[in-house]
C-alpha cells in the first residue's frame, strides 16, 4: 500500500513557519529505491530506525552489520540482516507488520537516505515495503572516521528507568549528535537527525529535553508528524565506545520568538518531556573518531546539566 502522500501536518507547520508549498515536503517522492540509493544501503555499516513498541510509545534504535546486511529485494523493497538487540524497545516490535522510518548515514562521507514503510521480522532480519524514499543534504552532519568495526558488544542487560542520572544528563549535554523518531496517524513512522556544536541540547532537568530547531530544507517531515502526534523517541549514540542512550516521550514545538532569541540560529525550539530511559552498554560493534564538525553548525545556546 502507498499511502497518499498529502500530509496535512506538514503543510500546518509549513504555513505557520512560512516556508513551503502544498507539492512540498511528502508529495515530492515517492516509494522507488533508486539504483543509486540501492547502492549506497549496500555499502552501509548501520541503520538508524524510527517505530511504536506494542504499548504505542516511540522509540529511534540502531542496527550494525557489515557492508552489505543492507540490500534490495527489487525497488520496493529492502532486506535487513539485522533485527534490535536484546533488550532494545524495539526488539519484539516487528513480529507482524508495522511502520517504520529509516535513516541511512554514512559519517565517513557525511551522506545520508531515507526511507519509510511497513517492516516485518522474518527470522534474524527485517524485510521493509518501501513507501517513501528520499536524499537528504548532509547540513549538521559530523564527519567520523570507522576505527574499528567488531568490537565485542556487552551481554549485561538493558537498564530502564523514568528520568535522567546524572551521567545521561552529562552525555546528553556534550552529544554533536541524536536521532528522533517519530509517526503520524495515516503517514507512517519517521526517522531522521539532529546535529549541533556539543551543548545543542540543553538538559533542564531529570526529565525535560530541549533544543534550537535550525534551518533545513523545510520539509518538516518531523515536525509534521509531531503536529499531529507529540509522541516521539530519542537516540543517543556513544560513538567511541559503542553505548546507546534511547528516550521515549513527547515533544512540543515553541514558536515563541523570544525563546529563540537565545538559541543561535534557530527557527524554532523544541522541548522533550521523558518518560522512559534505556540505555544498553556496548550495543553496537562498532567504534568512530571524530574528524570535523559540520561547518554548518551555529554556536551552542549558553546551557548547563541541570542538578
Known sequence: MIRSPHHEGEQAVQRRAGEGHPGWGSPMFDNTVRPGFAAFLREQRM????????DGAVWASVLTGAAGFVDTVDPHQVVVDAA???????ADAFTAPRDLGVLALDPRTIRRIRLSGVARRQGGRLRIATEQVLGNCPKYLQQRELVESDAPVGDAP??????????ERQWIAEADTFFIASRAP?????????????????????????????????????????????????????????HTLQLTGRAR?????????????ALRRIEFDVERVVTIDRAVPHRWALMARSRFNPPPPASCVAP
Request: net charge negative.
Open 186 to 242: 495515516g503517514h507512517g513512522a519517521d526517522a531522521s537527525h539532529r546535529g549541533g556544536e556539543p551543548g545543542f541540547v540543553t538538559v533542564e532537568g531529570p526529565r525535560r529535553l530541549s533544543w534550537p530547531d535550525y534551518p533545513g530544507n523545510s520539509f518538516y517531515m518531523t515536525l509534521g508528524n509531531l503536529s499531529l502526534d507529540a509522541a516521539c523517541g530519542l537516540l543517543f549514540l556513544d560513538w567511541e565506545r559503542g
Open 84 to 90: 534490535p538487540v536484546p533488550g532494545d524497545p524495539l
Open 47 to 54: 541503520l538508524f530506525l524510527g517505530a511504536a513498541d506494542a
Open 158 to 167: 538493558a537498564a530502564v528507568r523514568h528520568e535522567l542520572g546524572r551521567q
Open 253 to 265: 514545538i515553541d514558536w515563541d520568538p523570544d525563546r529563540r532569541t537565545a538559541l543561535p540560529g
